[in-house]
């Protein structure tokens, strides 16, 4: 059998909230006592609480001391944190700088040595006396080193 909605008064609804609200009992318990569904109850709680702010506490001029503390804390900390950045930053780009710098080395490296070998074995159409001589370039001596590379990472020949 179907049950017929009740309507409430808007006094009712609003002693009801002020009860939970006083008492701080929960919601459940009290709808019970007055034989409402807990939903209900609780949405004319949050209704309640909506329409009726409760007033921000004044902080005390400790409590103000406190905050002012906390946010220079918090200046300071912010401050760290950007130095800290950039720090990171301009390590990863030297580091980042000194590895081309290697890597350019080993090439270099690596080019003479495949060179000075290719250079021994006898040219298949060039007689003896006349095999050509390869020159070993030097990668540090390029003009865009200077552009990859720091100056001061750059080798002076």
């Known amino acids: 059998m179907a049950r017929m909605k009740r309507k409430f008064s ?85 580091t980042k700088a000194r590895a081309r710098f290697a890597v350019a080395e080993y090439i270099e490296v690596f080019y003479n040595r495949a060179h000075a070998l290719i250079d021994r074995l006898p040219h298949p159409r060039a007689s003896p006396q006349r095999l050509p001589q390869r020159r070993t370039r030097s990668l540090m001596t390029r003009r865009n080193q200077s552009r990859d590379c720091p100056e001061s990472l750059t080798r002076i020949s």
């Not at 004319?44 to 406190?66: D, F, G, I, M, Y």
């Not at 900390?77 to 030297?94: C, G, I, P, S």
């Open 10 to 94: 808007p006094q009712f609804k609003a002693e009801a909230a002020q009860f939970v609200i006083e008492t701080g009992r929960p919601t459940a318990e009290i709808a019970r006592e007055l034989e409402i569904n807990e939903g209900t109850l609780g949405n004319w709680v949050n209704e309640w609480k909506q329409s009726n702010p409760e007033p921000e506490k004044a902080l005390t001029p400790v409590e103000r001391a406190r905050v002012a503390e906390m946010e220079d804390e918090i200046r300071r900390l912010w401050m760290e944190n950007e130095f800290l950045d950039n720090a990171a930053a301009e390590t990863f780009f030297a």
